[in-house]
């Protein structure tokens, strides 16, 4: 009988694989060995409605690192990373030229872009760590409190998956009693 034919078995590998490997090497090891990896919910911080109304309402809207900063934490709902690509008219996303307070034709790095919302969120007085997913999280967790469905978030979010967006709902926790009323015994 093959080591990995016993569920216990299964899963002391694959928490021993975790520990002494690096993720890349985890994964193409769970792979190889056809080991079970099963998140149900994504770990990045996500903020409540309110708080990311207040973020947003606490940067100035009359300078341009306060409009960039502002569209970035919106717009990264769609893909920090491609957010931060260039396209054809130009870089999206810029930093700010060097005591002029004007964007540069220079991107933002992507480790720019966090210190930056790091930076934004303690200004702001909201203690949650926040990063750059976390706005991918609070905006599908709001479409999909909004009504919006699992599908078109996916579509939103350029997710080839619908398994990949339900990593960034974190809706599963607001229970309601016209939830429980559907219960017909």
């Avoid at 350029?158 to 219960?183: P, W």
């Amino acid at each position: 009988m093959d080591r990995t034919e016993n569920p216990v078995d299964k899963i002391f590998l694959t928490e021993t694989l975790a520990r002494r490997f690096s993720v890349a090497k985890w994964r193409l090891m769970t792979r190889l060995l056809g080991l079970p990896h099963v998140v149900k919910t994504g770990k990045t911080p996500v903020l409540d409605a309110a708080e990311a109304r207040h973020l947003l309402e606490s940067i100035a809207a009359d300078t341009p690192a306060g409009l960039r900063d502002r569209a970035l934490m919106v717009y990264s709902f769609a893909r920090v990373g491609a957010d931060l690509r260039s396209d054809p008219k130009g870089w999206l996303f810029r930093t700010l030229g060097r005591g002029t307070g004007c964007l540069s034709e220079r991107p933002l790095a992507q480790a720019n872009a966090h210190a930056m919302i790091r930076r934004r969120t303690a200004a702001a007085g909201i203690a949650t760590q926040v990063g750059n997913h976390s706005f991918r999280a609070t905006g599908i967790t709001a479409y999909l409190t909004h009504g919006g469905t699992l599908e078109q978030a996916a579509a939103l979010a350029n997710h080839a998956s619908t398994r990949t967006t339900q990593l960034y709902d974190r809706r599963h926790g607001d229970l309601t009693l016209d939830e429980i009323g559907k219960i017909r015994i």
